[in-house]
Each structure stands twice: as C-alpha cells, then as structure tokens.
C-alpha cells in the first residue's frame, strides 16, 4: 500500500522556520521524483519545490517566491523527503503536499497535506 504522510506543519510568525516531512512507504522511493506542492485558500496548487532521483548528485528546482529561503532535501534510507522553510512570509500560508513522480513507471502519487500558516 503506497503511502505519503507528511509532518511538521503549524502555526509560525512571519520571519520564523519550519521543516516538513514526508515519510514514503510502499513504493521503490529512490527511483521517484520528489515534489512539494502548496495551495492557497481560492487558489490553484502551485509547485513549490523538487528534487531528481539522484544519490550522488540530485538537482533541485524551485519556484522563483521561495528561491534562497525554502530547501528540499532527501533521504534514501529514510525514504523521506525534507522541506526546509526559513524567512517565511504571510504568503506562505497554504496546506502543503508531498507527491512522488515517476515517468518511467506513469505514477503519481500525493499525501494528504499539512497545513502551515504563517501569521503574527
């Protein structure tokens, strides 16, 4: 049974930091694409993050609202996606959702969400 859950989520003030996580069960979670998604209350989910396949040397990408404040990591033996969030701005504030991606086998795959808000 192939399962996402992610953690961490919560209340923060603007300027503070989180880190999500996003426990894999149920899949080969080394051979999957990593994404972090967000949505907004009224608005469409957006991509926020990813990370490739790779051991040695795994590429990131980012939306550009995030780059230099948000950092997605992961680790094979833990088959665990990270999501580092610092300087986090009221904009931030959206249920987050980790997703698996896998071409080569046509799968896709979502946790439930976790919510962050970011407010004073």
């Known amino acids: 049974q192939v399962q996402l859950v992610e953690s961490g989520g919560g209340l923060v003030q603007p300027g503070g930091s989180l880190r999500l996580s996003c426990a894999a069960s149920?899949?080969?979670?080394?051979?999957?694409?990593m994404r972090w998604y967000r949505q907004a209350p009224g608005k469409e989910r957006e991509l926020v993050a990813a990370?490739?396949?790779?051991?040695?040397?795994?590429?990131?990408d980012y939306t550009d609202s995030v780059k230099g404040r948000f950092t997605i990591s992961r680790d094979n033996g833990k088959n665990t996606v990270y999501l580092q969030m610092d300087s986090l701005k009221p904009d931030d504030t959206a249920v987050y959702f980790c997703?698996?991606?896998?071409?080569?086998?046509?799968?896709?795959?979502w946790g439930q969400g976790t919510l962050v808000t970011v407010s004073s």
């Open positions: 997703n698996a991606h896998s071409d080569l086998r046509g799968s896709d795959y």
């Open positions: 149920g899949f080969a979670f080394s051979s999957y694409v």
């Open positions: 990370i490739t396949r790779s051991i040695i040397y795994p590429r990131t």
